[in-house]
């Protein structure tokens, strides 16, 4: 069942009002991550955790969104104060494989709501390597 809204997070405030599809470059080469898309989940920790391996300062990281905490930073750790989430209508979206957590619309997004988070108060979902 599709849920009502998705999550997306990222480090950085959008312009223009919308999420565009692009090819992930931090996604590795399994089929459901080679999409030009705007990619979301419907777990909100896992689109923060996204976010946080995305911050200035990480240079490598992990993620396996069946794993708690969802990523590993092995090099660096979040410098800058803030990211963003971003809450998504679920219309457009398709769900990459049956048995994961991620989504994807090959067509631009504009959120519905975005919020403006607080890395410090999140750093429970990562942890260092």
Known sequence: MKPGFLYHGSPKKIEGGYLLPRKP???G????????????????EIAIAMALVKCKGVKSSSVNFTKNPVAVISEGWPEQEFI?????PSDGF???HTAGHQWVSLKPVKPVREERLAVRGYLHLVRKK
């Open 84 to 88: 963003y989430l971003y809450i998504l």
């Open 29 to 44: 080469k399994r089929a459901e991550n080679t999409h030009d898309a705007v990619y979301a989940t419907e777990v909100k």
């Open 25 to 27: 470059l931090d996604l």
């Open 94 to 96: 398709e769900k990459t």
